[in-house]
């Protein structure tokens, strides 16, 4: 048994890593925008969803604490949507995470520096990005619209 103590905060930010594990997803939004020059919008979000609305409460107000914003959708959802609170939200609970860590490195590693570089506007970047999607163990591709190989075959058939 590891003989080592844990800070309080670290304590806490293994339990928030917890309800992000047991309770949370990870994903991407995909949909027709004429603003940007593939013509379509790509965003990456975290949603949880808790039947106990306290420790939807707790992962909330500790969020907030750290400086990332949340959105409460009712007395059992929440949502970190903008890039900046994912990226802190994931830095932050990163070495904590567990059953979500692939997910995590995915987003942290591959998808957020892109959208931060600009690289979800264009055509190839959009193709890119969605590999990185389809490699997210949590995010079920089989009954969804958009994927890489639609991209492929939709900006293919536009530069023919």
Same mark, same amino acid.
């Given at each position: 048994?590891?003989?080592?103590?844990?800070?309080?905060?670290?304590?806490?930010?293994?339990y928030? =890593?917890?309800?992000?594990?047991? =309770?949370?997803? /990870?994903?991407? *939004?995909? $949909?027709?925008?004429t603003?940007?020059?593939? %013509?379509?919008?790509? =965003?990456?979000? /975290? @949603?949880?969803?808790h039947?106990? *609305?306290?420790?939807?409460v707790?992962?909330?107000?500790?969020?907030?604490?750290?400086?990332?914003?949340? +959105?409460? #959708? %009712?007395?059992?959802?929440?949502?970190? %949507?903008?890039?900046?609170?994912? @990226?802190?939200? !994931?830095?932050?609970?990163?070495?904590?995470?567990?059953?979500? =860590?692939?997910d995590? #490195?995915?987003?942290? &590693?591959? !998808? !957020?520096?892109?959208?931060?570089?600009? &690289? $979800?506007?264009?055509?190839?970047?959009? !193709?890119?990005?969605?590999?990185?999607?389809?490699?997210?163990? +949590?995010?079920?591709?089989?009954?969804?619209?958009?994927? *890489?190989?639609? /991209?492929? #075959? #939709?900006?293919?058939?536009?530069?023919?």
């Amino acid at each position: 048994m590891d003989d080592r103590k844990y800070s309080v905060e670290e304590l806490v930010k293994a339990y928030m =890593a917890g309800l992000v594990d047991g =309770a949370g997803s /990870f994903s991407v *939004q995909v $949909h027709k925008d004429t603003n940007y020059k593939s %013509g379509y919008a790509f =965003a990456a979000f /975290f @949603k949880m969803n808790h039947r106990q *609305q306290e420790a939807l409460v707790d992962f909330a107000n500790w969020a907030e604490d750290q400086g990332v914003e949340v +959105s409460v #959708e %009712g007395e059992s959802s929440l949502t970190v %949507g903008k890039i900046d609170d994912l @990226k802190l939200l !994931i830095e932050t609970l990163r070495p904590f995470v567990r059953t979500k =860590a692939l997910d995590v #490195e995915i987003l942290a &590693e591959e !998808i !957020i520096p892109r959208i931060e570089a600009g &690289e $979800h506007t264009s055509e190839d970047g959009l !193709i890119e990005l969605m590999g990185y999607v389809e490699q997210m163990p +949590s995010v079920n591709m089989s009954n969804r619209k958009y994927t *890489q190989d639609y /991209f492929i #075959e #939709e900006f293919k058939e536009e530069s023919a």
